[in-house]
């Protein structure tokens, strides 16, 4: 029986060959973009699962208050003595393991890198994390002071064929390390990827780091600390001991301004954004967001089939009076369409692959993913592939089945069915709501982009064009001064200043802030951001002044104790304009001085952070980031000038160098991915919206030939007529589009509130999303109906 | 035996009511061959249907072979009908997308019988229709006369005890339409029940009976010998 079914489908197929290229192919688009964000949420899911004991591992987090009690910094690194603290303190955690990142220039006799990942870790890290080690003994192999292991592809990179094992590394021109083993790197599903690993000992070295400051340094934020605890164990146990813990060891009020956390490994990709994380995170908002447009998508593509195969029903209508005749049930009837549908689902199933295979590698681009095809195989996927095949069969099969079957045989056979088709109450709704998720989707697509827009033409208060970006050693080492002559004797360099950091960078460093209250200088509880400027900052960048002056090398006191403060920082310390803070005293940290000028606010991080207090002043051995402005054509030869003296000055560091607008557009490279993935996903989803419209409009029109003669013969003209096919189409865009305005609108002002400035959603969203899914809706229907409004009218009655 | 007692049929819309049959009584024998005749409207394909359990009647009852149907569900008449009753049209009622062979091969699928007698069974029934050359041509591939003799060989494939025939030569030429003819006294001969609606006189002369309504109602039986 299932074979005469499948039979009577594919001959079927064939017949209606464009009905079936609809079908076949809406739902195969359907489900690639199904599948591909599937692998996409899959991998994201996957991250730290590979870690054999991850479901108990925890990762301490540190959060410091301002004295008003807000949060002023979340950090995922904490201080180098909470580790061994938390072990003693702590009976029931099993392993406690510190890692501290770091970059350095490694050399291996000839062959000089700059490398980052760079991680320093204790001896017990393969207890707790789970590591492929290669070669090298992996109890012993991070034991010894001075030891460093190598991932398998740095190995590679340095040492080629022969065995690392023994072979001596010196990093930064000093010190000498020993490779006592090689491991496979970490999959990219993992929140951290060392490339090197040194051994925690290196650390007590004073040269290095120092025994005394593992110890006592409260303040180095900078060690991630992951705590390994026994099965079931209650962490909030712990968080609750954890104010006590701090008051004991760092001082009696410490757990008044730090807070100590725990964070599931497995939960770090997806639930974390900390101040301070070892990579860039991803957000289960996102994981949300692509699993609700995947389902949307597979939903508009089977209501096209559902619509469709309903549609084309009235020509199937004689077999299925006649089977009801010769003695099929309905179940019978329904078990044929179900598996009708099926057959046709398991085409677009072996389509949507093919697809998928052949837009990996560019979706891989576009996500900074590496889905590997492999990951089609991973039984999950094939499982998932399964439940899909069968949910998409019986939802796409499942009205038509039980719409067809519950015709009475004797109607069917006298042709009443036609006339039930033409006003399916279902099927209005059906389109209403295909057309609703693709509204929503091109609206948002429109908000994400004027969002994107507005980002990009905000005047940020300084300038961001042709500035080249640098990393200096530490300027005690040399005078930075002749280097900013040299620099400038290339006419296409007109200004070079220093700081400790650059726009479109975090700032992360604050210390405490005075001011004069009364006769004495009292602390301020508000958090001031530090920035190292030197007097070559503030002209490179343009930011302007809103009072006083700009540091001088006219003024030596400008050195040390002079600064600059932003008029954010000047509203909040309570001033009330830039002119009435120049000349006051200040105290910032330890340094004691006179603000000397206030500049206009500019937005030194991302758009996504309000404006911060800022206090910008001169602190040596911290102004290792030099921005260089150009300008002209000269490019080339600026650079070429500025390795040429780089080159001379530290001829043992790669000459590495960056523009600052391509730094700005990885600040919103994730909304730029956004932007391009509801563009994507909202053409498909009107695309295959419209492939179905175009079926049901064709297959309406042939219902109505009849009819269409009959007005003709009665005088209708061909406009009247197809404003007549038309119409009632329109009038269910129109709906689509009313439902999904509001539901548009809440969803996009959630989004639009990630963003600290952000743009208004204007009406003209509204107008313009609503004119193109008219105006393709049209399109898409005039090319039926006009076809069947020319028809000639004998033509049109004959064929009744 | 069919027996049918004072059977009404009414059609109901919102606004009309239609009294299609009103009072008809009629038995037919086993082995009978009865043609069913009258003007257009009076209700000849309405009571044939019932007869073929396709409907139900409004009131009366009707006793099909020794069971009480008119109250039936159309899934318990759809199980009595299945095997039991072959139908023919006028329109001949083939499925296109399915080949003479499969069209033919389609009630046994229903009745589950195993393929190896269901390949005998269609075998034999379409060498006796003198349709074996064309198993597996499609309906659009044949004459009228060879898509009606496909319908009558899927009609009488399961061997059913009666067979219902709605002008089953209304759209065939003369000499097809006596082939056909001859095809179902052959089947009557053999013992096969036939019920017939026919407009043509002609074809009414090879039944044994004709029964000529008029506005619902019996009005004439004539009995030919």
Same mark, same amino acid.
């Given at each position: 029986?299932?074979?005469?079914?499948?039979?009577?489908?594919?001959?079927?197929?064939?017949?209606?060959?464009?009905?079936?290229?609809?079908?076949?192919?809406?739902?195969?688009?359907?489900?690639?973009?199904?599948?591909?964000?599937?692998?996409?949420?899959?991998?994201?899911?996957?991250?730290?699962?590979?870690?054999?004991?991850?479901?108990?591992?925890?990762?301490?987090?540190? @959060?410091?208050?301002?004295?008003?009690?807000?949060?002023?910094?979340?950090?995922?690194?904490?201080?180098?003595?909470?580790?061994?603290?938390?072990?003693?303190?702590?009976?029931?955690?099993?392993?406690?393991?510190?890692?501290?990142?770091?970059?350095?220039?490694?050399?291996?006799?000839?062959?000089?890198?700059?490398?980052?990942?760079?991680?320093?870790?204790?001896?017990?890290?393969?207890?707790?994390?789970?590591?492929?080690?290669?070669?090298?003994?992996?109890?012993?192999?991070?034991?010894?002071?001075?030891?460093?292991?190598?991932?398998?592809?740095?190995?590679?990179?340095?040492?080629?064929?022969?065995?690392?094992?023994?072979?001596?590394?010196?990093?930064?021109?000093?010190?000498?390390?020993?490779?006592?083993?090689?491991?496979?790197?970490?999959?990219?599903?993992?929140?951290?990827?060392?490339?090197?690993?040194? %051994?925690?000992?290196?650390?007590?070295?004073?040269?290095?780091?120092?025994?005394?400051?593992?110890?006592?340094?409260?303040?180095?934020?900078?060690?991630?600390?992951?705590?390994?605890?026994?099965?079931?164990?209650?962490?909030?146990?712990?968080?609750?001991?954890?104010?006590?813990?701090?008051?004991?060891?760092?001082?009696?009020?410490?757990?008044?301004?730090?807070?100590?956390?725990?964070?599931?490994?497995?939960?770090?990709?997806?639930? %974390?954004?900390?101040? %301070?994380?070892?990579?860039?995170?991803?957000?289960?908002?996102? +994981?949300?967001?692509?699993?609700?447009?995947?389902?949307?998508?597979? +939903?508009?593509?089977?209501?096209?089939?559902?619509?469709?195969?309903?549609?084309?029903?009235?020509?199937?209508?004689?077999?299925?009076?006649?089977?009801?005749?010769?003695?099929?049930?309905?179940?019978?009837?329904?078990?044929?369409?179900?598996?009708?549908?099926?057959?046709?689902?398991?085409?677009?199933?072996?389509?949507?692959?093919?697809?998928?295979?052949?837009?990996?590698?560019?979706?891989?681009?576009?996500?900074?993913?590496?889905?590997?095809?492999?990951?089609?195989?991973?039984?999950?996927?094939?499982?998932?592939?399964?439940?899909?095949?069968?949910?998409?069969?019986?939802?796409?099969?499942?009205?038509?089945?039980?719409?067809? @079957?519950?015709?009475?045989?004797?109607?069917?056979?006298?042709?009443?069915?036609?006339?039930?088709?033409?006003?399916?109450?279902?099927?209005?709704?059906?389109?209403?709501?295909?057309?609703?998720?693709?509204?929503?989707?091109?609206?948002?697509?429109?908000? +994400?982009?004027?969002?994107?827009?507005?980002?990009?033409?905000?005047?940020?208060?300084?300038? @961001?064009?042709?500035?080249?970006?640098?990393?200096?050693?530490?300027?005690?080492?040399?005078?930075?001064?002749?280097?900013?002559?040299?620099?400038?004797?290339?006419?296409?360099?007109?200004?070079?200043?220093?700081?400790?950091?650059?726009?479109?960078?975090?700032?992360?460093?604050?210390?405490?802030?005075?001011?004069?209250?009364?006769?004495?200088?009292?602390? @301020?509880?508000?958090?001031?951001?530090?920035?190292?400027?030197?007097?070559?900052?503030?002209?490179?960048?343009?930011?302007?002044?809103?009072?006083?002056?700009?540091?001088?090398?006219?003024?030596?006191?400008?050195?040390?104790?002079?600064?600059?403060?932003?008029?954010?920082?000047?509203?909040?310390?309570?001033?009330?304009?830039?002119?009435?803070?120049?000349?006051?005293?200040?105290?910032?940290?330890?340094?004691?001085?006179?603000?000397?000028?206030?500049?206009?606010?500019?937005?030194?991080?991302?758009?996504?952070?309000?404006?911060?207090?800022?206090?910008?002043?001169?602190?040596?051995?911290?102004?290792?980031?030099?921005?260089?402005?150009?300008?002209?054509?000269?490019?080339?030869?600026?650079?070429?000038?500025?390795?040429?003296?780089?080159?001379?000055?530290?001829?043992?560091?790669?000459?590495?160098?960056?523009?600052?607008?391509?730094?700005?557009?990885?600040?919103?490279?994730?909304?730029?991915?956004?932007?391009?993935?509801?563009?994507?996903?909202?053409?498909?989803?009107?695309?295959?919206?419209?492939?179905?419209?175009?079926?049901?409009?064709?297959?309406?029109?042939?219902?109505?030939?009849?009819?269409?003669?009959?007005?003709?013969?009665?005088?209708?003209?061909?406009? %009247?007529? +197809?404003?007549?096919?038309?119409?009632?189409?329109?009038?269910?865009?129109?709906?689509?589009?009313?439902?999904?305005?509001?539901?548009?609108?809440?969803?996009?002002?959630?989004?639009?509130?990630?963003?600290?400035?952000?743009?208004?959603?204007?009406?003209?969203?509204?107008?313009?999303?609503?004119?193109?899914?008219?105006?393709?809706?049209?399109?898409?229907?005039?090319?039926?109906?006009?076809?069947?409004?020319?028809?000639?009218?004998?033509?049109?009655?004959?064929?009744? | 035996?069919?027996?049918?007692?004072?059977?009404?049929?009414?059609?109901?819309?919102?606004?009309?009511?239609?009294?299609?049959?009103?009072?008809?009584?009629?038995?037919?024998?086993?082995?009978?061959?009865?043609?069913?005749?009258?003007?257009?409207?009076?209700?000849?394909?309405?009571?044939?249907? $019932?007869?073929?359990?396709?409907?139900?009647?409004?009131?009366?009852?009707?006793?099909?072979?020794?069971?009480?149907?008119?109250?039936?569900?159309?899934?318990?008449?759809?199980?009595?009908?299945?095997?039991?009753?072959?139908?023919?049209?006028?329109?001949?009622?083939? $499925?296109?997308?399915?080949?003479?062979?499969?069209?033919?091969?389609?009630?046994?699928?229903?009745?589950?019988?195993? $393929?190896?007698?269901?390949?005998?069974?269609?075998?034999?029934?379409?060498?006796?229709?003198?349709?074996?050359?064309?198993?597996?041509?499609?309906?659009?591939?044949?004459?009228?006369?060879?898509?009606?003799?496909?319908?009558?060989?899927?009609?009488?494939?399961?061997?059913?005890?009666?067979?219902?025939?709605?002008?089953?030569?209304?759209?065939?030429?003369?000499?097809?339409?006596?082939?056909?003819?001859?095809?179902?006294?052959?089947?009557?001969?053999?013992?096969?029940? $036939?019920?017939?609606?026919?407009?043509?006189?002609?074809?009414?002369?090879?039944?044994?009976?004709?029964?000529?309504?008029?506005?619902?109602?019996?009005?004439?039986?004539?009995?030919?010998?």
């Amino acid at each position: 029986m299932i074979r005469n079914y499948l039979k009577i489908a594919f001959r079927n197929l064939l017949k209606h060959k464009l009905f079936s290229f609809i079908n076949i192919s809406g739902v195969a688009i359907g489900l690639t973009c199904f599948f591909l964000l599937a692998l996409y949420v899959k991998d994201e899911l996957s991250y730290d699962r590979f870690h054999e004991k991850g479901d108990r591992i925890y990762r301490l987090s540190r @959060t410091f208050l301002s004295m008003d009690g807000t949060v002023s910094l979340r950090l995922g690194h904490t201080a180098p003595p909470f580790g061994p603290l938390i072990q003693q303190d702590f009976p029931m955690v099993e392993q406690v393991v510190r890692m501290l990142e770091t970059g350095a220039l490694m050399r291996y006799e000839e062959k000089v890198f700059n490398e980052e990942n760079i991680f320093v870790a204790d001896a017990n890290i393969f207890d707790v994390f789970t590591f492929d080690v290669l070669a090298g003994n992996k109890n012993k192999a991070l034991e010894n002071p001075f030891s460093i292991m190598f991932s398998k592809d740095m190995a590679e990179k340095y040492f080629g064929k022969e065995n690392p094992i023994g072979k001596i590394v010196k990093m930064n021109n000093q010190l000498d390390y020993t490779v006592t083993g090689v491991y496979a790197p970490l999959p990219a599903q993992s929140h951290f990827h060392p490339q090197f690993l040194v %051994s925690f000992s290196t650390l007590n070295d004073n040269r290095v780091y120092g025994v005394e400051a593992l110890t006592n340094n409260w303040g180095n934020n900078s060690f991630s600390t992951y705590l390994l605890l026994p099965e079931k164990y209650d962490v909030n146990t712990m968080v609750k001991a954890f104010p006590d813990f701090q008051n004991r060891h760092i001082e009696p009020r410490a757990s008044a301004f730090s807070v100590l956390d725990l964070m599931k490994l497995t939960d770090i990709h997806l639930y %974390s954004h900390l101040d %301070s994380e070892i990579e860039a995170n991803g957000d289960v908002q996102y +994981v949300y967001l692509f699993t609700a447009i995947a389902f949307f998508i597979l +939903v508009i593509a089977c209501i096209n089939y559902m619509n469709l195969a309903t549609a084309t029903s009235a020509t199937r209508a004689k077999e299925i009076g006649m089977r009801k005749v010769i003695g099929a049930d309905r179940g019978q009837l329904i078990y044929q369409f179900l598996s009708e549908s099926m057959l046709l689902v398991s085409v677009s199933v072996l389509i949507a692959i093919l697809l998928v295979l052949l837009f990996i590698p560019a979706f891989n681009d576009f996500t900074q993913k590496q889905l590997a095809i492999d990951s089609l195989l991973d039984p999950y996927f094939i499982v998932m592939m399964l439940v899909i095949w069968l949910f998409t069969g019986l939802v796409a099969g499942s009205y038509p089945a039980f719409f067809m @079957t519950s015709i009475h045989p004797l109607g069917i056979l006298k042709g009443q069915i036609g006339s039930s088709l033409k006003n399916g109450g279902l099927r209005q709704m059906l389109v209403v709501i295909q057309f609703a998720i693709a509204v929503v989707l091109m609206i948002s697509t429109a908000v +994400v982009y004027s969002q994107m827009k507005f980002v990009k033409n905000y005047k940020l208060g300084y300038t @961001t064009d042709q500035i080249v970006l640098l990393n200096m050693p530490d300027d005690s080492t040399f005078d930075f001064e002749s280097v900013r002559q040299r620099l400038k004797q290339n006419g296409s360099i007109m200004k070079v200043g220093r700081s400790s950091r650059i726009p479109s960078g975090r700032l992360l460093d604050s210390w405490g802030a005075s001011v004069m209250k009364g006769d004495t200088m009292a602390p @301020t509880d508000i958090t001031i951001k530090s920035l190292s400027v030197d007097e070559g900052f503030i002209p490179t960048y343009k930011i302007e002044m809103a009072a006083g002056r700009n540091f001088s090398r006219n003024f030596s006191t400008d050195k040390t104790n002079a600064f600059v403060l932003n008029e954010t920082a000047v509203r909040t310390l309570g001033w009330k304009g830039a002119a009435e803070a120049i000349g006051k005293r200040f105290k910032y940290g330890e340094i004691q001085g006179q603000i000397i000028g206030v500049t206009k606010d500019f937005y030194f991080e991302s758009l996504h952070q309000q404006v911060a207090p800022i206090v910008m002043f001169h602190q040596p051995g911290r102004l290792h980031r030099v921005s260089v402005q150009l300008a002209g054509s000269e490019i080339k030869g600026a650079i070429a000038h500025i390795r040429a003296i780089w080159e001379e000055r530290f001829p043992d560091i790669p000459f590495e160098y960056e523009f600052l607008d391509q730094r700005f557009g990885q600040l919103y490279a994730v909304e730029q991915t956004q932007q391009t993935l509801f563009g994507l996903f909202a053409g498909i989803a009107i695309l295959i919206s419209c492939l179905g419209l175009l079926g049901l409009s064709m297959f309406m029109a042939e219902l109505r030939t009849k009819e269409i003669g009959v007005r003709k013969v009665l005088g209708a003209s061909v406009v %009247s007529m +197809v404003s007549l096919l038309s119409k009632d189409y329109l009038k269910l865009v129109l709906i689509a589009i009313v439902i999904a305005s509001p539901i548009a609108w809440y969803s996009m002002q959630l989004w639009l509130e990630n963003f600290a400035y952000h743009t208004e959603i204007h009406w003209g969203v509204f107008l313009l999303a609503g004119g193109i899914s008219i105006a393709i809706a049209l399109i898409t229907i005039s090319f039926q109906s006009i076809k069947t409004a020319r028809l000639s009218p004998v033509k049109s009655l004959r064929s009744e | 035996m069919l027996l049918i007692t004072n059977l009404q049929k009414i059609f109901a819309t919102e606004e009309v009511e239609t009294t299609a049959l009103n009072g008809i009584d009629l038995t037919i024998n086993d082995g009978e061959f009865v043609a069913i005749m009258g003007p257009s409207g009076c209700g000849k394909s309405t009571l044939l249907n $019932i007869i073929g359990l396709l409907d139900n009647p409004s009131s009366g009852s009707y006793n099909f072979y020794g069971s009480d149907v008119e109250k039936m569900s159309e899934r318990q008449r759809a199980q009595l009908r299945k095997g039991n009753v072959g139908f023919v049209f006028q329109s001949f009622n083939l $499925i296109d997308e399915l080949t003479v062979f499969e069209n033919v091969e389609l009630p046994l699928l229903y009745l589950k019988e195993p $393929i190896k007698q269901r390949n005998e069974m269609v075998e034999a029934t379409l060498k006796r229709m003198n349709m074996m050359h064309r198993r597996n041509h499609f309906p659009q591939q044949l004459s009228g006369g060879q898509q009606q003799r496909v319908a009558i060989a899927r009609a009488v494939v399961a061997k059913p005890k009666l067979i219902l025939a709605d002008e089953p030569t209304g759209n065939l030429d003369s000499a097809n339409g006596k082939d056909v003819m001859n095809l179902l006294q052959e089947l009557n001969e053999e013992g096969t029940t $036939i019920a017939m609606v026919t407009h043509s006189p002609y074809d009414a002369s090879y039944a044994h009976r004709t029964v000529n309504l008029f506005d619902g109602k019996i009005v004439t039986e004539n009995f030919h010998v």
